[in-house]
């Protein structure tokens, strides 16, 4: 009988990975999302890897989703000499004027810059290999500040504010051309950068909506604003992703781990994906095997509970991509035998009344599941929400979604144990039921005997909330 496995692949697509061979083949190893990466590359190369991506799906009759990332209001320092170096205690000047820099002047792309900071705080630059102080502002053009530690001073490097609070909006025009380019390809996940509040999701929802366009929202977490807003933020986006790299610069890095499992605690509760991003599998940029704290990394996010796990610079510039990949799924398979990640159990509050049938369904059939020990929860979907609420519970059955909705099914790849299938023939409850049957038994998820439990909505036709739940056999 077949299985795959459940936690889902996020691999960022760049020169290493960008042709149509090579997304066959990282594909084919077990990645479920193609990321775009909108801080690198032009629009025309992004195309070509969405109409790649589209023709693999379309040949292959699968449903890999693309991700359009964001950059968000990202902070550079400008050009800076070759070979700059600084030592602890040397001054130096940032302007908001476009110079080329060294030790002691250096550009930095934040127009706000002076006016935001104050004496005291702290300055980051390259993920913090370089930390100073400030010591003045002129709250106009220049903002004074000292080196608390030596090293090399190179060309656009990102800087980070742990302390400032920044009024650049969530949204920069950059964000607002890559957003138009995204929903015009549609893709089926938006990922917004540097998220601080839940607002910065209403308002990206609201442009989304405006176009008439059905995309879904990833929250970066990668603030310390956005933590003291964490349960809206959960609440307002459609998924969440754990940025730790920008988020163990922002906070101290001691911190990262138990916010990691926190966020992945609330997603769960919510019925939200989340996704363990940055420095995975880093290693294997260069190397053909990952470290074994890699290794550890990988398996912990899969503990935890995460809906998926993303590979960065190791798909998109490293030089072991498919490696990176069978590494990453032999790791996933493995820990997926471990039944401490399965059988989660929320169960629903009458608080939500719209939801609370559906969820009530959801609930009592991984229960059901459980204890009957069946192989499959089938569930006819038109919104994906039945499909999600039950992978929250995490049942150790294949969770397999049907619809007529080819979008639907691209969104529900990101989702923990999903496994979907294009369906239009609604007609009668028991006809349908009979006929999925039929087409898990062909494709060979289940088997003859094997016990599968189907959730519906009655009438079928009508496509209303989950009020059916049906224990049977496998013929």
């Given amino acids: 009988m077949k299985t795959t496995k459940k936690t889902k692949i996020v691999a960022t697509v760049g020169p290493a990975t960008s042709s149509k061979k090579m997304l066959e083949a990282i594909i084919a190893e077990g990645v479920n999302v193609i990321r775009i990466n909108f801080s690198h590359g032009e629009h025309s190369d992004h195309v070509d890897v969405i109409k790649r991506v589209r023709q693999i799906n379309k040949e292959q009759q699968i449903h890999t989703a693309l991700l359009g990332d964001l950059q968000g209001p990202k902070i550079r320092v400008g050009k800076i000499k070759e070979g700059t170096k600084v030592k602890v205690g040397d001054v130096i000047e940032f302007t908001n004027e476009e110079i080329e820099g060294d030790g002691t002047k250096a550009y930095i792309s934040y127009k706000t810059f002076p006016k935001d900071v104050q004496k005291g705080e702290k300055i980051l630059i390259n993920d913090g290999k370089l930390a100073l102080e400030i010591i003045d502002t002129d709250r106009k053009t220049t903002v004074k500040a000292k080196f608390l530690n030596g090293g090399k001073f190179s060309s656009n490097k990102g800087v980070n504010l742990p302390n400032t609070k920044i009024s650049m909006p969530s949204l920069t025009p950059k964000d607002k051309e890559d957003l138009a380019f995204a929903l015009e390809h549609n893709m089926e996940w938006i990922g917004l950068s540097f998220v601080r509040s839940a607002r910065d999701i209403i308002e990206l929802k609201h442009l989304i909506k405006k176009e008439g366009n059905l995309a879904r929202v990833i929250a970066k977490i990668e603030k310390p604003e956005a933590l003291d807003d964490i349960d809206d933020i959960v609440e307002k986006s459609d998924a969440i992703m ?8 922002e906070v101290p890095m001691e911190q990262v781990p138990l916010i990691q499992k926190d966020l992945v605690k609330k997603c769960l509760r919510a019925a939200k994906p989340v996704i363990i ?14 470290t074994r704290a890699e290794v550890n990394d990988v398996a912990n996010a899969v503990l935890d509970g995460a809906d998926a796990v993303m590979l960065s610079a190791e798909t998109s510039v490293g ?14 398979k493995q820990i997926e035998l471990s039944d401490s990640i399965y059988h989660l159990e929320f ?32 569930t006819m979907t038109h919104s994906g929400y039945t499909a999600s609420k039950i992978s929250s519970f995490r049942p150790k059955a294949g969770i397999f979604a049907f619809t007529g909705n080819h979008s639907l099914l691209n969104k529900l790849s990101l989702v923990w144990g999903v496994q979907g299938f294009y369906y239009d023939k609604f007609v009668s409850t028991d006809r349908t039921i ?4 039929y087409l898990l038994k062909k494709v060979d998820y289940v088997q003859e005997k094997d016990l599968i439990i189907n959730i519906a909505s009655m009438p079928i036709n009508e496509r209303g909330q989950s009020n059916m739940v049906k224990l049977s056999y496998v013929e």
């Fill in 242 to 249: 754990v940025a730790r790299g920008d988020l163990g610069v």
């Fill in 277 to 290: 991003a940055t420095q995975m599998m880093e290693s294997m940029i260069e190397s053909i095997s990952p």
């Fill in 434 to 437: 009979a006929d999925i049957k």
């Fill in 347 to 378: 169960p629903p509050a009458e608080v939500n009344e719209d939801r609370f049938i559906s969820d009530s369904v959801c609930y009592n059939a991984c229960r059901l599941s459980q204890r009957v020990d069946s192989k499959a929860i089938v």
């Fill in 319 to 332: 030089a072991y991509p498919i490696e990176v990949i069978k590494a990453m799924t032999k790791i996933i």
